[in-house]
């Protein structure tokens, strides 16, 4: 069964560009329940990807233990200096801005890439995202894992 990019890709991609925050990205991730987002530079020309993988990474490298998606409670019996190493962790983490922690090798495929040669790539470089752009470079849609499984349920239901 063949179907094209453009069949199954998201074309209200949400997208950030190179000096949004870390902060303002996890809030973004949290918000929609996704797990990266494509940069783009101010022409909407893809320029890397960032995901959740990125930023804990990023965290790791610093020795920071990212809070983001804990509740901030923190246990009254936490030492007063541990609290104050998790706040600067934090505020360390929530103004780094994109540029210094996105991946820059970025996959892509165009509008007519089929539906299998886009499994591929997913499969072969372990990703779950293929950003879609023009002959620019400019970013017209993104496809998930879930796009795709989901195509092929409809088709086959």
């Known amino acids: 069964m063949y179907f094209a990019a ?91 801005k994109v540029e210094g922690v996105m991946s820059k090798k970025v996959f892509t495929a165009k509008a007519n890439t089929s539906g299998l040669e886009i499994a591929t790539l997913m499969k072969k470089k372990r990703v779950n995202h293929i950003p879609i752009v023009d002959d620019e470079g400019k970013l017209i849609g993104i496809v998930a894992r879930s796009d795709i499984v989901n195509y092929l349920a409809e088709k086959h239901s």
């Open 6 to 96: 453009s069949q199954i890709m998201t074309k209200d991609v949400i997208s950030v560009q190179l000096d949004t925050t870390l902060e303002e990205v996890v809030k973004i991730l949290a918000e929609k329940k996704i797990s990266g987002l494509p940069v783009v530079d101010n022409e909407n020309k893809l320029v890397g990807v960032i995901t959740e993988t990125d930023i804990v990474e990023h965290a790791n490298s610093l020795h920071v233990i990212p809070l983001i998606a804990s509740s901030s409670w923190i246990s009254p019996h936490t030492e007063i200096s541990q609290i104050a190493t998790y706040k600067r962790g934090f505020e360390l983490l929530s103004n780094t």
